[in-house]
């Protein structure tokens, strides 16, 4: 039996699968960016796609936090905008 690897999202905390969560990663050369792949080098953190833990997450700095640096504020909002995309599809289905 094959074992799925979980994260904790930084908003609400619980564990879960990597597949359902949004990866923000930090590359060696220190770039910030949104990896919707989970395939790109570099240090992850991850956020539930739901805004209510998005929202606590942005709020609480806890991204700069684990990946110690300050997120531009361009990715929270590719964040935002990727997770309103997600609940608006999930709604009309």
Known sequence: MKRIPLRRCL?????????????IVRS???EISLDVTGKKSGRGAYV???????????????????????????????????IAELEKNEVEA
């Open 48 to 82: 539930c796609r739901s805004s209510a833990c998005f929202a606590k997450a942005r709020r609480s700095r806890r991204a700069d936090r684990a990946l110690e640096v300050a997120i531009p504020d361009a990715i929270y909002d590719q964040m935002e905008r990727e």
């Open 11 to 23: 908003g609400c905390g619980e564990s879960r699968p990597k597949n359902v969560l949004m990866r």
């Open 28 to 30: 060696p050369e220190g």
